[in-house]
Nanobody
Framework: QVQLVESGGGLVQPGGSLRLSCAAS????????AGWYRQAPGKGREFVAT???????NYRDSVKGRFTISRDNAKNTVNLQMNSLEPEDTAVYYC?????????WGQGTQVTVSS
């Protein structure tokens, strides 16, 4: 069984920064693909950024140049550095990992961008 635990969310003013982390624990036999998704109130869950086992990254257009996804394979963590935050980034952010062919989700962490 694999567990994902997100941390780092909070309240920040527009233009500010936050760093989200996703720690994986449990039976992790190999490197894995991972990503961050978000869900704003009244909207569906949407892709934010992904990183492959080899380190290739992909971002939704609205966060390119502002967000950076990275990973630390030794610590089984995936991070999302978010800069120049905008009110439209307000959402619950979820970590996702594909490990041994199965998809796992974290519990989510709230990010609120407001003055």
């Amino acid at each position: 069984q694999v567990q994902l635990v997100e941390s780092g969310g909070g309240l920040v003013q527009p233009g500010g920064s936050l760093r989200l982390s996703c720690a994986a624990s449990g039976r992790i036999d190999s490197f894995y693909a991972a990503g961050w998704y978000r869900q704003a109130p009244g909207k569906g869950r949407e892709f934010v950024a992904t990183i492959t086992a080899g380190g290739s990254t992909n971002y939704r257009d609205s966060v390119k140049g502002r967000f950076t996804i990275s990973r630390d394979n030794a610590k089984n963590t995936v991070n999302l550095q978010m800069n120049s935050l905008e009110p439209e980034d307000t959402a619950v952010y979820y970590c996702n990992s594909i490990i041994a062919g199965r998809s796992y989700w974290g519990q989510g962490t709230q990010v609120t961008v407001s003055s």
